[in-house]
Structures are given as C-alpha cells and as structure tokens.
C-alpha cells in the first residue's frame, strides 16, 4: 500500500535534548512538508521541499531542522532551541508542482506526537 | 493576507441534522480551496475541494459552497451521521506557483444519536 510512515508514533523528550521524527513516503512524490497541529491553532508549516537536496523554511521554522537526502525520506529534527516542542507533528507530501497531474492534494502521515517532560 | 479564519471552533449537530462550517479568506491569489477531515490520532485527509471558477460543488452528503465576491466558502454535510464526528479544516493555497498551504484554525464536529 502507498502511503506516509512516520515514526515514533509517541516520543518523550527531555528538555535540552534533540529530538529527530522520521518520515518515509512510497508515493513517488516530489514535494515534502512538515506540519505542527496545536489545538486551536490549524496547522502550520515548518519546513517543506520540493525536491531532494532542497528545502525551504515555512512559517514556523525555528527551532527545527531537515534534511532530504533521498525521495521517499524528510526526517525532522526538533532541536532544543525550539520553546515549546510539544505538540502533533505531521508530515505530508504531493505531487510536485508544475506537473501535469498535480492537483494540489496533501497526502498526511498519521502523525507523531511530542511531549517534552 | 494568508490568513483562512475559520468557524465555528465546534459543532454539535444531531444525526440527520445538517453541519455547516464557515471560511473566509483575504488574499485573492487564492485558487484552491480544499476541505480536509481528521480523525482523532490520525492525520487529516482531503475530503473535497472546489476551484473558485464554481459556486457549487458536491459529493455525496458532501458540498462546498464558494462565494468569490465576498472571499468565503463552506462545507455543508447533509444528513449528518455519527461516523462524520471528527475535526474538518479549510485551507487555501495558490496552484501557479508553489502550493503553500495555509489551513484555517478547525471545526470539531460532534453528531450525537
């Protein structure tokens, strides 16, 4: 089946530690994206890539790092840095931009939640 | 200008009762309005969406109703059941260029027997 894994499912984090949540997709999609959900709040975009060895800071970049070395993979790396980690961490991918059967559709992982002790 | 403002923040309609939640939005670049539903420890999933060339559109008990003019749009569930409780968000984006995202805030829906 096709989909978006991303793992741990739950993480506990000591403050001062990073933290790093993977996420792996067999969709053979270009693009790539990191969302934060806090209740109230939507969703809001950390980092995203629309192709490997690219990203692009979002809305809410600081505190977070990521890498693309490979397609299928876009691990996020909450650092110490970030004030308040905890919260839902989604990740999601689509079809790259520009292609002629692009339609705009997220496609989420299940998500995975932080909480720093 | 990006912003989505969504509402209400939660709804509790009885079942076969009609749900409607509300989005507006500024920025008129805006080309793609999706409608996504999340189910509580799940990530959300696109439920439908609708190109500002309609006013209208439908699937199943489903609909979204665009005003371009007045830069809003809904969600209207018809015959609402129990098994659409869950959290919806609106979210808009342009398709020209890259496709930021921007979601509106979330209506929690409750359908009670």
């Known amino acids: 089946d096709g989909g978006i894994t991303q793992s741990p499912k739950y993480l506990f984090r000591k403050e001062g530690q990073n933290v790093t949540l993977s996420c792996e997709q067999n969709?053979?999609?270009?693009?790539m994206y990191w969302y934060r959900q806090d209740p109230g709040q939507g969703l809001r975009l950390i980092y995203y890539?629309?192709?490997?060895?690219?990203?692009q800071k979002g809305d809410i970049a600081e505190g977070y790092s990521v890498s693309r070395e490979k397609k299928e993979s876009f691990p996020l790396t909450v650092t110490s840095a970030q004030k308040n980690p905890t919260a839902f961490y989604l990740c999601?991918?689509?079809?790259?931009?520009?292609?002629?059967?692009?339609?705009?559709?997220?496609?989420f992982g299940e998500g995975s939640r932080l909480t720093v002790l | 200008q990006q912003q989505v403002k969504q509402s209400p923040q939660s709804l509790i309609v009885q079942k076969g009762g009609i749900s409607i939640i509300n989005c507006a939005y500024e920025n008129t670049a805006f080309d793609y309005f999706p409608w996504y539903q999340q189910f509580p420890g799940k990530g959300p999933a696109l439920l439908i969406a609708i190109r500002p060339d309609v006013s209208e559109k439908k699937e199943g008990r489903f609909t979204i109703s665009f005003n371009k003019s007045a830069k809003q749009f809904s969600l209207h569930i018809m015959d609402s059941q129990p098994g659409d409780s869950a959290t919806y968000f609106c979210?808009?984006?342009?398709?020209?260029?890259?496709?930021?995202?921007?979601f509106g805030t979330g209506t929690k829906l409750q359908v009670i027997p």
């Open positions: 979210a808009a984006s342009y398709l020209g260029g890259y496709q930021k995202v921007t």
């Open positions: 969709l053979n999609h270009d693009a």
């Open positions: 999601a991918s689509s079809i790259g931009v520009g292609l002629a059967n692009f339609t705009g559709e997220l496609f």
């Open positions: 890539s629309q192709i490997v060895n690219d990203f």
